[in-house]
């Protein structure tokens, strides 16, 4: 085998600021918001090492602290982890630049850290190893295209143009966020000038591979792709994943109704509370006289009182007490939810003369 083949290495995205999901990135990486109670990142890290990878580099930015506290050195996972710091968020293609040392002469995947797909990548990286284009992208129909980077196919299947977020899609099909390179795409990353939105897009140096002549393949997925970067895509996200857990019960379950794949981990509590999965209850967390319903992940040393809250995700040592109804949220870490006060409703009027005015008690 060529060195290629076998010295695959993988590139892990971790730098982004996570603006859309403010106010929850504020004070937390995007890529560490989690999905059934486990980090997002972190599939993204077990189908590279399901794929047989073992080096990976994770380009990190301002949150470079907590990625490295939740990581540490990927032993965890099976891997090898190296850590590169990017200064500012300069583009996909930036992420290769500062990698160009680490990746050296090495075919590798580059997988958006904060990216979610179905079934893993390693039927990907079997047909790269396999073929061995210069690139290789994955490609899925999405319904708005504008908010992604979009691959025009000709009528063979070829890719013949890429563009990033255009204005007027040529296509409706998106590229996931994995890519796998050989070291070709080093000279067209260097070549690279800042695109009309001030990055290096890696769309554009994928489409300077195209036009030098090099082989780029398409790899159309039909499952399931997120990307995970604000509050709707993370609620589906866990949706998707809690449907395929399996119930278990290792807390302290006492007068409450369990319906459907219910997870309550060791050291959680349930008392007096009824539960429909699919649900996760982590660790250390109590549950009391409420109702929780599908879709919801409860993450460890939360507590839940006289509540009810469905298709939701709670982080970290949060509470709500006394609230009648929470769907279709995401809560922080630390958060306490309470009723607010009861105050007399009343209309509070300031009126000129001769003024007519219809109210609706």
Same mark, same amino acid.
Not at 17 to 46: C, D, M, W
Not at 323 to 351: F, N, Q
């Given at each position: 085998?060529?060195?290629?083949?076998?010295?695959l290495?993988?590139?892990?995205?971790?730098?982004?600021?996570?603006?859309?999901?403010?106010? /929850?990135?504020?004070?937390?990486?995007?890529?560490?918001?989690?999905?059934?109670?486990?980090?997002?990142?972190?599939?993204?890290?077990?189908?590279?090492?399901?794929?047989?990878?073992?080096?990976?580099?994770?380009?990190?930015?301002?949150?470079?602290?907590?990625?490295?506290?939740?990581?540490?050195?990927?032993?965890?996972?099976?891997? +090898?982890?190296?850590?590169?710091?990017? %200064?500012?968020?300069?583009?996909?293609?930036?992420?290769?630049?500062?990698?160009?040392?680490?990746?050296?002469?090495?075919?590798?995947?580059?997988?958006l850290?904060?990216?979610? /797909?179905v079934?893993?990548?390693?039927?990907?990286?079997?047909?790269?190893?396999?073929?061995?284009?210069?690139?290789?992208?994955?490609?899925?129909?999405?319904?708005?295209?504008?908010?992604?980077?979009v691959?025009?196919?000709?009528?063979?299947?070829r890719?013949?143009?890429?563009?990033?977020?255009?204005?007027?899609?040529?296509?409706?099909?998106?590229?996931?966020?994995?890519?796998?390179?050989?070291?070709?795409?080093?000279?067209?990353?260097a070549?690279?000038?800042?695109? =009309?939105?001030?990055?290096?897009?890696? %769309?554009?140096?994928? +489409?300077?591979?195209?036009?030098?002549?090099?082989?780029?393949?398409?790899?159309?997925?039909?499952?399931? =792709?997120?990307? %995970?970067?604000?509050?709707?895509?993370?609620?589906?996200?866990?949706?998707?994943?809690?449907?395929?857990?399996?119930?278990?019960?290792?807390?302290?379950?006492?007068?409450?109704?369990?319906?459907?794949?219910?997870?309550?981990?060791a050291?959680?509590?349930?008392?007096?509370?009824?539960?429909?999965?699919?649900?996760v209850?982590?660790?250390?967390?109590?549950?009391?006289?409420?109702?929780?319903?599908?879709?919801?992940?409860?993450?460890?040393?939360?507590?839940?009182?006289?509540?009810?809250?469905?298709?939701?995700?709670?982080?970290?040592?949060?509470? /709500?007490?006394?609230?009648?109804?929470?769907?279709?949220?995401?809560?922080?870490?630390?958060?306490?939810?309470?009723p607010?006060?009861?105050?007399?409703?009343?209309?509070?009027?300031?009126?000129?003369?001769?003024?007519?005015? +219809? /109210?609706?008690?």
């Amino acid at each position: 085998m060529e060195k290629g083949l076998t010295e695959l290495k993988a590139l892990v995205l971790a730098g982004g600021s996570g603006t859309r999901l403010r106010p /929850i990135t504020h004070t937390q990486a995007k890529q560490l918001v989690p999905v059934a109670n486990k980090p997002v990142l972190f599939y993204g890290l077990e189908a590279i090492a399901s794929a047989g990878i073992k080096d990976v580099g994770i380009v990190v930015g301002d949150t470079q602290a907590e990625i490295e506290a939740a990581v540490g050195d990927g032993s965890a996972f099976g891997l +090898q982890v190296t850590y590169l710091r990017q %200064t500012a968020p300069l583009g996909l293609a930036h992420a290769v630049l500062i990698a160009r040392e680490y990746l050296g002469e090495d075919d590798f995947v580059m997988y958006l850290g904060d990216n979610f /797909i179905v079934g893993g990548i390693d039927g990907l990286v079997e047909r790269f190893r396999a073929e061995r284009p210069s690139a290789q992208i994955m490609l899925t129909r999405v319904a708005d295209p504008r908010q992604f980077g979009v691959a025009e196919l000709d009528d063979g299947g070829r890719v013949v143009g890429l563009e990033e977020k255009p204005r007027e899609p040529k296509s409706d099909l998106a590229l996931v966020g994995v890519y796998l390179f050989t070291r070709a795409v080093h000279e067209a990353v260097a070549a690279l000038k800042p695109s =009309w939105r001030g990055e290096l897009e890696i %769309t554009d140096a994928i +489409q300077a591979l195209i036009d030098a002549g090099h082989d780029v393949q398409p790899a159309l997925i039909s499952g399931y =792709w997120k990307d %995970t970067g604000n509050v709707a895509d993370m609620l589906e996200v866990n949706r998707l994943v809690l449907e395929s857990l399996e119930p278990r019960l290792d807390g302290d379950v006492q007068d409450s109704e369990l319906i459907g794949r219910v997870v309550v981990e060791a050291g959680a509590s349930v008392h007096g509370s009824r539960i429909v999965g699919p649900v996760v209850i982590g660790a250390g967390a109590v549950v009391t006289d409420s109702y929780i319903g599908p879709f919801t992940s409860v993450a460890r040393d939360c507590r839940i009182s006289r509540s009810e809250i469905e298709y939701s995700i709670l982080l970290a040592r949060s509470s /709500i007490d006394g609230v009648h109804r929470i769907e279709a949220s995401l809560i922080g870490h630390d958060v306490e939810v309470t009723p607010a006060p009861r105050t007399p409703k009343a209309h509070r009027l300031v009126l000129g003369d001769h003024s007519k005015v +219809q /109210i609706s008690s």
